[in-house]
């Protein structure tokens, strides 16, 4: 069983940024972060290899926010650069049992608690 809590949310204005702390309980393998907002489903945000050589991230994302881990503290980390309002959810780091990074939630075993995210325009 891994525990994880995330931390680093809150509230930020449009164009500002945010890092996003993932820590678990032990050794993990791929690790992502998906979003959730109010009436949608979860999405896929950003994932990273057990190794962190190998990453995917969103379209949605990409070239504002980055994912990086440390395996001697186990925590996952997401840097969120030129935040937009649609960025705002609840974001949760969730860890899988694949040594590939993974887009997909059904892939991951152990989920963290959220965090919030609300950026205002």
């Known amino acids: 069983q891994v525990q994880l809590v995330e931390s680093g949310g809150g509230l930020v204005q449009a164009g500002g940024s945010l890092r996003l702390s993932c820590v678990a309980s032990g050794r993990t393998f791929t690790m992502g972060w998906f979003r959730q907002a109010p009436g949608n489903e979860r999405e896929f945000v950003s994932t990273?290899?057990?190794?962190?050589?190998?990453?995917t991230s969103a379209d949605s994302v990409k070239g504002r926010f980055t994912i990086s881990r440390d395996n001697a503290k186990n925590t996952l980390y997401l840097q969120m650069n030129s935040l937009k309002p649609e960025d705002t959810a609840v974001y949760y780091c969730?860890?899988?049992?694949?040594?590939?990074?993974?887009?997909?939630?059904?892939?991951?075993?152990?989920w963290g608690q959220g965090t919030q995210v609300t950026v205002s325009s």
């Open positions: 990273i290899s057990w190794t962190g050589g190998a990453t």
């Open positions: 969730g860890a899988s049992w694949k040594t590939a990074p993974t887009t997909l939630h059904y892939d991951y075993a152990y």
